[in-house]
């Protein structure tokens, strides 16, 4: 997603807040933490809507509910790792995840690529963001995504490693993964070398704008230095980190790496481990992505806490900006002033910007409780302690609500107004994905286990010049069957 956006709402300022407790020493090794029941609920509310949603012929899952809506690629990558969380949890059977996961790993490797404007669900390995239900072509005029398609890939890689065993069917799985992940052509989304494209159109060709700055696109680059088919040179990664200091600061008492809203903090983090594992980037700032995930959130959980716009509700244990729905893109007078709502957007607060309306996102705070689950937990419980009632339902929390927006007559692009503010009517792929994975790497460090013994992820990380922690054990046998589900 661009970063570009207007700096609307520009309200805070860099405050100061208590730094957070010392991170706990890196363990590669699980450790299982027991959680609260409402958590253990809402890890299987947002479990079964990749399940229940997805369709169970070519595995696509779409990108919000029930709201109509096309597939979202980057959902299916989640889906395909929650099915993985669903076995360990005891949800499905290890039986069921291979049936959805060679349904859907068929579906990629056979879809039609080409340049055509319609018909097609991809081209040069990469797919377009947004695919059709039931055909799986091009949803509209959407773009072919690098990133979307490099999370659809964490899913993939996820399904290559964890199906493990001497059997036809995950054999296959395993086969059809690398299939796809071998066929991106990362080198032709260099429009700019060293740099990564965000996509392409056919109309128009490659889009714009390119990944630079501290974002979500880290699993980007760390897949294409570690395709075996079609990599990029080093000096992409290091072209990448030049840009980091134009967002090296202090905000909100959390001296970090920013970048506003909070999913740019977690998507790359589903699938990597970075606790303990360093670039030099992160070596000169003596720190790791982890502990910057964390510091970024701690730092949210302030901004909150002083609430400089004045919203209702925020505070301690209600915060949480990251890209979500919201109430109309309107002005309405609200405590002295007129101030401009917003439908979807990339709601965040940092260094390059505040884009604040008063709308808050669940899937914030609940996909950092691996970062900080002192902080996360108390937010999960009391979001649902006070809002409960509108905002979590059968797949957990909906995706935002705005406690500030009340009123009434308004004409809304998304949700409804209930005597506790706006609420969201949906839920969106794309923030359901870190709820229930993050939720998971928390509770036992499954998924990211997994992903340290998958030989891409591993090259890419040392192609960008990763070392330290994990990455300096030798690596799993291929082939150790290390599943307990059923």
Not at 167 to 178: T, V
Not at 227 to 255: E, I, K, L, N
Not at 307 to 322: C, E, I, M, S
Not at 426 to 455: A, C, H, K, T
Request: aromatic share 14%.
């Amino acid at each position: 997603m661009p970063v570009a956006l207007a700096l609307a709402l520009l309200l805070g300022g860099c405050g100061r807040s208590p730094a957070p407790p010392a991170a706990a020493d890196p363990a590669p090794a699980r450790a299982v933490q027991a959680l609260p029941p409402l958590v253990e609920d809402l890890e299987r509310r947002t479990f079964d809507w990749f399940w229940e949603l997805g369709n169970p012929d070519n595995g696509l899952v779409p990108d919000r509910w029930p709201t109509p809506s096309a597939s979202s690629i980057a959902a299916v990558g989640f889906g395909l790792t929650a099915y993985g969380v669903g076995v360990e949890r005891g949800w499905i059977t290890r039986a069921e995840a291979v049936e959805r996961t060679l349904a859907t790993l068929r579906f990629f490797a056979r879809a039609p690529q080409g340049p055509n404007a319609s018909g097609a669900a991809g081209y040069r390995g990469f797919f377009y963001h947004f695919l059709d239900m039931d055909t799986g072509t091009r949803a509209g005029s959407n773009e072919l995504s690098s990133v979307d398609t490099a999370l659809l890939l964490g899913g993939v890689l996820f399904a290559q490693s964890y199906y493990d065993r001497e059997d036809r069917k995950e054999a296959e799985i395993r086969r059809l993964a690398e299939k796809i992940y071998r066929r991106v052509d990362w080198t032709w989304m260099q429009a700019r070398p060293p740099w990564i494209a965000m996509g392409w159109k056919p109309e128009e060709g490659m889009l714009k704008h390119d990944w630079q700055g501290y974002n979500e696109a880290i699993l980007v680059y760390v897949l294409a230095l570690g395709s075996p088919t079609h990599p990029v040179g080093t000096d992409a990664w290091q072209a990448w980190t030049s840009t980091y200091d134009r967002t090296w600061g202090t905000f909100y008492g959390q001296q970090h790496l920013s970048f506003p809203p909070l999913f740019g903090h977690q998507y790359s983090h589903i699938w990597i481990d970075f606790r303990g594992i360093q670039d030099d980037y992160m070596r000169r700032r003596g720190l790791d992505y982890f502990e910057n995930s964390r510091r970024a959130t701690y730092s949210q959980q302030a901004y909150a806490t002083a609430n400089p716009g004045g919203w209702a509700g925020y505070g301690k244990h209600v915060w949480g900006l990251t890209a979500c729905d919201g109430p109309t893109d309107a002005s309405f007078d609200y405590a002295g002033s007129t101030r401009l709502f917003h439908s979807y957007s990339a709601r965040g607060a940092g260094i390059e910007y505040v884009l604040d309306d008063g709308t808050l996102a669940p899937t914030a705070a609940a996909g950092s409780i691996a970062f900080a689950p002192e902080i996360v937990i108390p937010a999960i419980t009391a979001m649902h302690e006070r809002y409960g009632r509108d905002i979590y339902g059968e797949y957990g929390f909906l995706d935002a609500f705005n406690p500030s927006f009340t009123f009434a007559g308004a004409t809304l692009k998304h949700g409804r107004l209930t005597p506790s503010g706006w609420v969201d009517t949906d839920y969106l792929g794309i923030d359901q994905g870190p709820i229930v994975l993050m939720i998971e790497n928390y509770r036992s460090g499954f998924v990211w286990e997994v992903m340290r013994r998958n030989p891409h992820i591993r090259r890419g990380l040392e192609r960008a010049g990763f070392r330290g922690g994990w990455l300096q054990a030798a690596a799993a046998p291929a082939g150790a069957a290390r599943s307990t589900g059923g």
